[in-house]
């Protein structure tokens, strides 16, 4: 069984038993695997593609009530084998020829093998990676090179070989909210005022505000508001690369799996639902603090009814590059379609010394100058 610090992807039902598949290759019988590049199963030996066949079939989104009371199919539908992090968590799998020894979401090395899990719920759809390895890398290193005071070894040590793609777990809602707010609504407007400079009375120029009671009506729509469920990643870092394109999500196929690791569900739909609730009231505070007129406003309430929930769970892919780096771990991502980058980097303490020292230095020489 060839070895790996994480499953090298390219160039995670019901119980994986009778109905587990592997995905062989029709000209050599090798495993096949996703190939972004070619929007098609590939055979990391002899070349051979074979196109996914297209479905009409559309990923549509359950009432949320229902969802809750009766999840789906369960188990990823095809053979995959599984770790987990004993630091960060994260449970991932992958194809079972590899082995995995090193976390991709954290670096750490260490993973302890975990059981399949058959109880998770299964995706109803996902995103394919249409981004490969390369095109990922050149985007990276396009970021990595425009961050400021950062160690000089960096990039050595960020260095894109590392980089994995992961089907990272995500739940989508829709919702139509229906907000009644009410505010005071200021008015700014200038008066001239008398006053004593230099021991001279003059007059100047002083702006208030008046406050007028304001209210109104706001319906807004939230369609496929994103919530992460994974473990590894932190929620503020898998925003970061949004958004998804969630118009091209596919109907679940273990077979774009193939491949790639796939982190299991670590938030459950009803932890989901608070996050996006909270997500979508933030959202709908700032919609109708732009509805109250004036120049400015205080004391804003909202009371809002919701209605057409409904929500979907898919796998979005993310290529992940996961290091140590002083004894840290720092992770940078980048979106597997849109192709966006974020992350997190160390700074270089002597670089941002010699910057502050630089401007100290420019400020006294200016204030010389203007002696």
Same mark, same amino acid.
């Given at each position: 069984m060839p070895a790996a610090d994480a499953p090298r992807p390219e160039t995670g039902g019901a119980p994986v038993s009778a109905k587990a598949r592997k995905f062989p290759c029709g000209a050599c019988g090798a495993d096949v695997v996703w190939s972004p590049g070619a929007s098609a199963l590939k055979c990391p030996y002899c070349g051979s593609e074979t196109p996914l066949p297209t479905s009409s079939d559309q990923v549509v989104e359950r009432p949320l009530e229902e969802a809750l009371r009766a999840p789906r199919d369960l188990g990823w539908g095809a053979e995959r084998k599984s770790v987990r992090c004993t630091k960060c968590g994260a449970t991932t799998t992958f194809d079972p020829g590899l082995a995995a020894s090193r976390c991709a979401f954290c670096a750490t090395p260490s993973v302890v093998e975990a059981p399949a899990a058959s109880d998770h719920v299964r995706p109803a759809g996902l995103l394919p990676f249409a981004i490969d390895r390369n095109g990922a890398a050149q985007r990276f290193r396009s970021w990595v090179s425009g961050l400021w005071f950062r160690p000089n070894d960096l990039k050595a040590k960020s260095a894109v070989t590392e980089m994995q793609g992961v089907y990272v777990p995500f739940w989508t809602f829709d919702a139509l909210t229906h907000n009644r707010w009410a505010a005071e609504a200021g008015y700014h407007?200038?008066?001239?005022?008398?006053?004593?400079? @230099?021991?001279?009375?003059? =007059?100047?120029?002083?702006?208030?505000?008046? &406050?007028? +009671?304001?209210?109104?009506?706001?319906?807004?729509?939230?369609? *496929?508001?994103?919530?992460?469920?994974? $473990?590894?990643?932190?929620?503020?870092?898998?925003?970061?690369?949004?958004?998804?394109?969630?118009?091209? !999500?596919?109907?679940? *196929?273990?077979? /774009?799996?193939?491949?790639?690791?796939?982190?299991?569900? %670590?938030? *459950?739909?009803?932890?989901?639902?608070?996050?996006? $609730?909270?997500? =979508?009231?933030?959202?709908?505070?700032?919609?109708?603090?732009?509805?109250?007129?004036? *120049?400015?406003?205080? @004391?804003?309430?909202?009371?809002?009814? &919701?209605?057409?929930?409904?929500?979907?769970?898919?796998?979005? +892919?993310? &290529?992940?590059?996961? /290091?140590?780096? %002083?004894? $840290?771990?720092?992770?940078?991502?980048? @979106?597997?379609?849109?192709?966006?980058?974020?992350?997190? %980097?160390?700074?270089?303490? +002597?670089?941002?010394?010699?910057?502050?020292? %630089?401007?100290?230095?420019?400020?006294? !020489?200016?204030?010389?100058?203007?002696?």
């Open positions: 407007y200038t008066v001239q005022v008398e006053a004593i400079e @230099n021991g001279q009375r003059v =007059m100047r120029s002083e702006t208030r505000t008046r &406050w007028e +009671p304001a209210s109104g009506f706001l319906e807004k729509a939230f369609d *496929d508001v994103p919530v992460p469920a994974s $473990k590894g990643l932190p929620p503020g870092l898998a925003r970061g690369v949004e958004p998804f394109p969630t118009g091209g !999500l596919v109907p679940y *196929d273990p077979q /774009y799996l193939s491949g790639f690791l796939a982190e299991e569900y %670590a938030v *459950d739909l009803p932890e989901a639902v608070g996050v996006a $609730k909270e997500r =979508m009231t933030a959202e709908v505070y700032a919609a109708c603090g732009a509805e109250v007129p004036g *120049d400015t406003y205080r @004391n804003l309430q909202v009371a809002t009814a &919701w209605s057409g929930l409904a929500c979907k769970n898919a796998l979005l +892919p993310v &290529w992940i590059s996961a /290091y140590q780096y %002083a004894g $840290k771990p720092f992770r940078f991502l980048v @979106n597997g379609v849109t192709g966006k980058v974020d992350g997190n %980097a160390p700074f270089s303490v +002597p670089k941002i010394l010699a910057a502050v020292l %630089a401007a100290i230095a420019l400020l006294v !020489l200016l204030s010389h100058l203007q002696r």
